[in-house]
């Protein structure tokens, strides 16, 4: 079971979004909230709202544990440009382009491999010897 989050017509580059997306991808939800807490960039906060909003999603709405719950997709996709015109010398004009993106949170649950370890070690002890 997933449960997502989408943030849409975010004022930032995607470029500089997907740096701090790539830190969370794959990681258990609550260590990515704490990764992106202490991360200082602006889409750290953006995509730290993002995430919330989806582990709430999970828990609320699909009944999912949040201790079990890990970030299986993350995208940061581009949204439309403004394009914006800058004076320059001679009666020239520039055009600036301010970017837009659209973050994408997907998160699923699944058993931690915690649980799998402890059951091999009971295993062993009570059998004497791995084969």
Known sequence: ????AITRYVRMSPTKARLVA???????????????????????????KTLTSAMHNAT?????NEDKLVVSQILVNQGPVLKRLMPRAQGRADIQRKPTAHV????????????KEIKETKEVTSSGTKS
Request: hydrophobic share 45%; net charge positive.
């Open 1 to 4: 079971m997933e449960a997502k």
């Open 22 to 48: 790539d830190l969370i991808r794959g990681k258990e939800v609550l260590k990515a909230l704490d990764i992106l807490e202490f991360t200082n960039k602006k889409a750290a906060k953006i995509i730290k």
């Open 60 to 64: 609320n709405n699909f009944k999912m």
């Open 104 to 115: 994408t949170v997907v998160v699923s649950e699944v058993e931690k491999e915690e649980t």
